[in-house]
T-cell receptor, first 112, second 109 residues
Framework: KAGVTQTPRYLIKTRGQQVTLSCSPISGHRSVSWYQQTPGQGLQFLFEYFSETQRNKGNFPGRFSGRQFSNSRSEMNVSTLELGDSALYLC???????????FGQGTRLTVV | KNEVEQSPQNLTAQEGEFITINCSYSVGISALHWLQQHPGGGIVSLFMLSSGKKKHGRLIATINIQEKHSSLHITASHPRDSAVYICAVRGGSNYKLTFGKGTLLTVNP
């Protein structure tokens, strides 16, 4: 069974641009969560989706947004990129919320 | 103060040693996760606990709900165990995951 797939794996963007990251969950999983990991702040929760609805949102500015499609695939978008948005963005899927989560390899975003 | 505290931050061991990593949290939780992250970023979920103890191979995780404390033990450590181990709790009012800062484990041959 395929694991959680995140694309792209690496991305370089310029300040002010926007970026869209994609996450395909494990087949049958309907819950997808997104996390940001930086050396200074560690892992931080961004948002969680279940059945195309956002269930929870972390303490991030409105420039960070996401959505989930009917096939459970999820995308997150960051607009007006700042240097501080450089991070590893991780996606995790689970069957339903509050069950064991399986992580993707992450997308490493560098903002220059 | 971080809601999830891990200790130690760094740990160096010799191959074969018994390893213990601790996690304390300050909120009521529905579950606690232990995660492993190797260089390069990929995260593997090792355990999800809500009570008691779980064992998988050389790894053992325990949780004491009353004391708000969990431990991850590695028996007969091996250099391939070298990684960052992260404790995360799911709790509070919205059940989001809150992470500890991680413990960097280095096992020397």
């Amino acid at each position: 069974k395929a694991g959680v797939t995140q694309t792209p794996r690496y991305l370089i963007k310029t300040r002010g641009q926007q970026v869209t990251l994609s996450c395909s969950p494990i087949s049958g999983h309907r819950s997808v969560s997104w996390y940001q990991q930086t050396p200074g702040q560690g892992l931080q929760f961004l948002f969680e989706y279940f059945s195309e609805t956002q269930r929870n949102k972390g303490n991030f500015p409105g420039r960070f947004s996401g959505r989930q499609f009917s096939n459970s695939r999820s995308e997150m978008n960051v607009s007006t990129l700042e240097l501080g948005d450089s991070a590893l963005y991780l996606c995790a899927s689970s069957l339903v919320p509050n069950t064991e989560a399986f992580f993707g390899q992450g997308t490493r975003l560098t903002v220059v | 103060k971080n809601e999830v505290e891990q200790s130690p931050q760094n740990l160096t061991a010799q191959e074969g040693e018994f390893i213990t990593i601790n996690c304390s949290y300050s909120v009521g939780i529905s579950a606690l996760h232990w995660l492993q992250q190797h260089p390069g970023g990929g995260i593997v979920s090792l355990f999800m606990l809500s009570s008691g103890k779980k064992k998988h191979g050389r790894l053992i995780a325990t949780i004491n709900i009353q004391e708000k404390h969990s431990s991850l033990h590695i028996t007969a450590s091996h250099p391939r165990d070298s990684a960052v181990y992260i404790c995360a709790v799911r709790g509070g009012s919205n059940y989001k995951l809150t992470f500890g800062k991680g413990t960097l484990l280095t096992v020397n041959p």
